[in-house]
């Protein structure tokens, strides 16, 4: 069996404002109706491989059990990384996992979860030939033909130009890091460079013998953080302090730019890492006149353009724009010159100095228990939607500063106020006074969706005291 091990603890910002601290990228729907995490799962899904392995931060694990629940996948393993350490720790604790649960000669996948892979067919014959390299001892990069002289990838040097792709491993020469656009041009030209893809196979021991070799220092902290690892709610949690003993590094830089066994699979299958809003236009599929464009959208006279209107975002109308980047959600829009995009993750950071929350938080906030997203915010006075999906309930608890009333518009609710517990249906409405002890629980079979408002001297969410919490928060 093959042991998918899928990272998603990361929190890119290079796709804001759609991608955010709070709701990364790998969990949004760039395209079609699954999530960058869930196609991710899917295509290391089937009779070859065993249940997946996830790594994930604990601020995204129940968003990551609710996307493969969606998938039908009910038994994945997932892993709670106490902080980002880079990929080197994650992966290197995922094989100490698996290695301590007798697969140490079992191969390992490991796979980024925000990528896009449109020849999945070809993948998967690139996986067969990196599995076969990987059962004999070979540490195995996966090395994507290069569709365009691109600067904001690394590379993997070859011997030579491959003769064939998803057939065989070959050796790799170097690890190129990213180029500027003289030299991206000459090694696409060459034939010999080959985009690095982030993505590995190996048996599990053989990369632990590797981090024995070319990064011991990272070896005991990360043994300790799985062997005191503690379980939670189905999650297991990696122990906080030896996990914060581990170098921060990347898995190229800590092995496999330095071990003598690498090897590159040489894959064309469409793949991106939709780095940045550019590789989301070249993977939308420009018309003619180089224009990709997606949700309530209309256009005239554009030209090398790039526009979406997410979901509850405006109608976005370009006129006459040229190598432009537009990206419209409710509570912000991005506005940049196509060659600019890498700079885009500068703008977060200034948004970020400013304390504007747009930087970090996303416009719906998902929770353990459902969702919600403030339709208005005023001195005093907030509005918020809330949905809960069937079975689920809030935590019992109660507030200093605010007075809540509900209103529930589809659905049904258990609302409990101090001692007494009521059954609240559509059209219907509750107050629950400042101070006092509440729970809000959807009892039906269909989702449950309310409006809040909320009044009072502060509003912030810090504003609550939890005396019962199904998810481990009180």
């Given at each position: 069996m093959i042991h998918p091990v899928i990272l998603c603890g990361g929190s890119g910002t290079r796709l804001w404002p759609l991608s955010r601290k709070d709701y990364p990228k790998q969990f949004a729907r760039i395209f079609g109706e699954e999530s960058l995490f869930q196609a991710s799962v899917r295509r290391a899904s089937g009779d070859c491989f065993a249940q997946p392995v996830i790594l994930s931060h604990s601020d995204f694990r129940f968003l990551a059990a609710e996307q493969l629940s969606a998938l039908g996948i009910e038994k994945a393993t997932i892993i709670l990384e106490p902080e980002a350490r880079n990929t080197a720790p994650a992966i290197l604790s995922a094989a100490l996992y698996l290695d301590s649960e007798g697969c140490g000669e079992d191969v390992m996948l490991v796979a980024p979860s925000d990528h896009v892979i449109r020849d999945v067919q070809a993948y998967h014959q690139a996986l067969d030939a990196?599995?076969?390299?990987?059962?004999?001892?070979?540490?195995?990069?996966?090395?994507?033909?290069?569709?365009?002289?691109?600067?904001?990838?690394?590379?993997?040097?070859?011997?030579?130009?491959?003769?064939?792709?998803?057939?065989?491993?070959?050796?790799?020469?170097?690890?190129?890091?990213?180029?500027?656009?003289?030299?991206?041009?000459?090694m696409f030209a060459s034939g010999r460079y080959m985009w690095n893809a982030g993505i590995f196979m190996f048996r599990v021991r053989d990369i632990i013998a590797a981090f024995e070799t070319c990064s011991a220092s990272m070896v005991g902290p990360c043994r300790e953080a799985v062997d005191n690892a503690r379980p939670d709610l189905g999650f297991i949690r990696l122990d906080e302090a030896a996990y914060a003993r581990t170098p921060e590094d990347s898995i190229d830089y800590a092995v496999m730019e330095t071990a003598d066994n690498v090897s590159t699979v040489p894959v064309d299958c469409g793949w991106s890492d939709l780095g940045a809003w550019d590789a989301v236009w070249h993977e939308m599929m420009p018309d003619a006149h180089g224009v990709a464009k997606s949700g309530a959208v209309t256009q005239l006279d554009c030209h090398n353009t790039l526009l979406r209107s997410e979901e509850n975002g405006p109608h976005l109308v370009g006129v006459g724009l040229e190598n432009t980047a537009v990206v419209a959600m409710g509570d912000a829009v991005l506005v940049a010159d196509m060659s600019d995009l890498q700079k885009v993750k500068v703008a977060v950071q200034r948004l970020k100095d400013q304390g504007v929350p747009q930087a970090e938080t996303f416009p719906r906030c998902y929770r353990p228990w459902g969702w919600y997203q403030t339709l208005a915010l005023g001195?005093?006075?907030?509005?918020?939607?809330?949905?809960?999906?069937?079975?689920?309930?809030?935590?019992?608890?109660?507030?200093?500063?605010?007075?809540?009333?509900?209103?529930?518009?589809?659905?049904?609710?258990?609302?409990?106020?101090?001692?007494?517990?009521?059954?609240?249906?559509?059209n219907q409405s509750v107050y629950i006074p400042i101070g006092t002890v509440h729970r809000l629980e959807n009892p039906g079979k269909v989702d449950l969706h309310l409006i809040e408002v909320q009044t009072g001297s502060y509003l912030g969410e810090d504003d609550i005291v939890r005396y019962e919490d199904i998810y481990n928060r009180a």
């Open positions: 990196g599995a076969d390299a990987a059962r004999k001892g070979r540490l195995v990069t996966f090395g994507v033909k290069p569709a365009r002289a691109e600067t904001g990838y690394g590379y993997l040097e070859l011997d030579d130009a491959p003769d064939s792709f998803g057939a065989h491993a070959v050796p790799v020469t170097h690890f190129v890091e990213k180029p500027d656009a003289s030299r991206a041009a000459e001195e005093r006075f907030q509005v918020k939607q809330i949905m809960v999906p069937p079975g689920r309930q809030l935590s019992l608890q109660s507030h200093v500063h605010r007075a809540e009333h509900w209103v529930v518009v589809a659905g049904s609710a258990n609302v409990t106020i101090g001692e007494e517990v009521q059954l609240v249906c559509e």
